[in-house]
């Protein structure tokens, strides 16, 4: 089982430009995030999506937006990037949030590096 | 707002020994999550322990291990016979129990020196 695919692995964009990060998992899990990790802050949560079709807000969601047209695959968008956006991006799923006591492991991809420049 | 806190940005200690890392955190809700990661220089995310809030027993991973302090709000990781496989980022994280968004500290960099 592949888990969670990320592509590019690294990318070098220009200011200005768009760009998508793609993330696939093949676990069929409901859940699936973004974060972005960042020297001395940790990994911040963009945006998520609890289930296809439904997305939501994160801790840092301005200048990225995501689409959750089926279950495998979550892209992230950044339509006109900036250098504050150099970073690393993780992409993570887990089943679907539920009351109660219920723990969901959040399983993580590779990352995808990025150099706005 | 949940806020997780690392006050140990790195760490050492002699291989076979054993080491502890701090964290703390901030939250409202009495139902909860908490989570030590392991980040290697690969960059992959690895969850090493989890613990429920509503569990009073800490939590056991072979060597790792966690002194959960609930009314101090306080969550240390344990690495007993540290090995130089250890040497990594380490994450904790919080997540509420009816969500699955997760709040992490900034980190600590552990070394292990042979």
């Known amino acids: 089982t592949a888990g969670i695919t990320q592509a590019p692995t690294s990318q070098i964009l220009a200011a200005g430009r768009s760009m998508t990060l793609r993330c696939t998992q093949d676990m069929r899990h409901n859940a699936m995030y973004w974060y972005r990790q960042d020297l001395g802050l940790g990994l911040r949560l963009i945006h998520y999506s609890n289930t296809a079709g439904t997305t939501g807000k994160g801790e840092v969601p301005d200048g990225y937006s995501v689409s959750r047209a089926n279950t495998d695959d979550f892209p992230l968008t950044l339509a006109s990037a900036v250098p504050s956006q150099t970073s690393v991006y993780f992409c993570?799923?887990?089943?679907?949030?539920?009351?109660?006591?219920?723990?969901?492991?959040?399983?993580f991809g590779p990352g995808t590096r990025l150099t706005v420049l | 707002a949940q806020t997780v806190t690392q006050s140990q940005p790195e760490m050492s200690v002699q291989e076979a020994e054993t080491v502890t890392l701090s964290c703390t955190y901030d939250?409202?809700?009495?139902?909860?999550?908490l989570f030590w990661y392991k980040q290697p220089p690969s960059r992959q995310m690895i969850l090493v322990i989890r613990?429920?809030?509503?569990?009073?027993q800490n939590a056991t991973e072979n060597r790792f291990s966690v002194n959960f302090q609930k009314a101090a709000k306080s969550f240390s990781l344990k690495i007993s016979d540290s090995q130089l496989g250890d040497a990594a980022m380490y994450f904790c994280a919080y997540r509420r129990s009816a969500s699955n968004n997760l709040f992490f500290g900034t980190g600590t960099r552990l070394t292990v020196i042979p």
């Open positions: 993570a799923s887990s089943d679907r949030p539920t009351s109660g006591r219920v723990y969901n492991e959040q399983f």
């Open positions: 613990q429920e809030a509503y569990k009073q």
């Open positions: 939250t409202s809700e009495s139902d909860y999550y």
